[in-house]
């Protein structure tokens, strides 16, 4: 077996090339990501100029999972994150509104971190929340039933210690 033996500057110029070429493959490539802010079940990724979290919102909506999970009868499991994504390009259709949970890829879409009102801020962020926690913990589901959990959780908690029934008597008319 013969060899073909090339002299060593043409060796040497090729490797250079070789990691010249390297070097500018890594260079093209998109930085890592990193969350503007993350917890122990969330990554929320987003503009921190013109998004905000107060303090303990993290620790709150960490709660908030384990809550729900526990209404749900089950524990969080080990490897629960969610991602959630602050962007105007909502992959979901519109009908669905600003915000939504993506089963394909468990992210939460968002347009604004401060969708939800004044009285119950993140509450759209909650609702979401619970899409994501009931996917975990059961699978998917129907749409009627997401949604009511998602709406029951979301405005008025997970602890059933903590919520005021509101009055029923009077808001219907039985009468015939």
Same mark, same amino acid.
């Given at each position: 077996?013969?060899?073909?033996?090339?002299?060593?500057?043409?060796?040497?110029?090729? %490797?250079?090339?070789s990691y010249l070429f390297a070097f500018a493959l890594m260079a093209c490539q998109d930085p890592?990501?990193?969350?503007?802010?993350?917890?122990?079940?969330? #990554?929320?990724?987003?503009?921190?100029?013109? &998004? !905000?979290?107060?303090?303990? #919102?993290?620790? !709150?909506?960490?709660?908030?999972? &384990? !809550? =729900?999970?526990?209404? %749900?009868?089950?524990?969080?499991?080990?490897? /629960?994150?969610?991602?959630?994504?602050?962007?105007?390009? %909502?992959?979901?259709?519109?009908?669905?509104? *600003?915000?939504?949970?993506?089963?394909?890829?468990?992210?939460?879409?968002?347009? #604004?971190?401060? %969708?939800?009102?004044?009285?119950?801020?993140?509450?759209?962020?909650?609702?979401?929340?619970?899409?994501?926690?009931?996917?975990? =913990?059961?699978?998917?589901?129907?749409?009627?039933? !997401?949604?009511?959990?998602?709406?029951?959780?979301?405005?008025?908690?997970?602890?059933?210690? *903590?919520?005021?029934?509101?009055?029923?008597?009077?808001? /219907?008319?039985?009468?015939?």
């Amino acid at each position: 077996m013969s060899y073909i033996r090339l002299p060593r500057s043409r060796v040497l110029r090729c %490797l250079r090339h070789s990691y010249l070429f390297a070097f500018a493959l890594m260079a093209c490539q998109d930085p890592a990501e990193h969350a503007a802010w993350s917890s122990k079940y969330l #990554s929320i990724f987003g503009d921190t100029d013109t &998004e !905000q979290l107060c303090e303990g #919102s993290l620790t !709150q909506l960490d709660r908030f999972v &384990e !809550q =729900a999970f526990d209404f %749900l009868g089950e524990n969080v499991p080990t490897d /629960f994150n969610v991602k959630v994504r602050i962007t105007n390009d %909502l992959p979901c259709s519109s009908a669905l509104g *600003n915000a939504c949970f993506r089963v394909k890829d468990r992210t939460i879409y968002m347009e #604004s971190l401060r %969708l939800g009102d004044e009285v119950r801020p993140l509450s759209t962020l909650r609702h979401e929340i619970v899409h994501a926690v009931a996917y975990a =913990a059961w699978g998917s589901s129907t749409p009627f039933f !997401q949604e009511g959990l998602a709406e029951a959780l979301a405005d008025r908690g997970v602890n059933p210690v *903590n919520v005021t029934p509101s009055p029923v008597v009077g808001s /219907f008319n039985l009468a015939s």
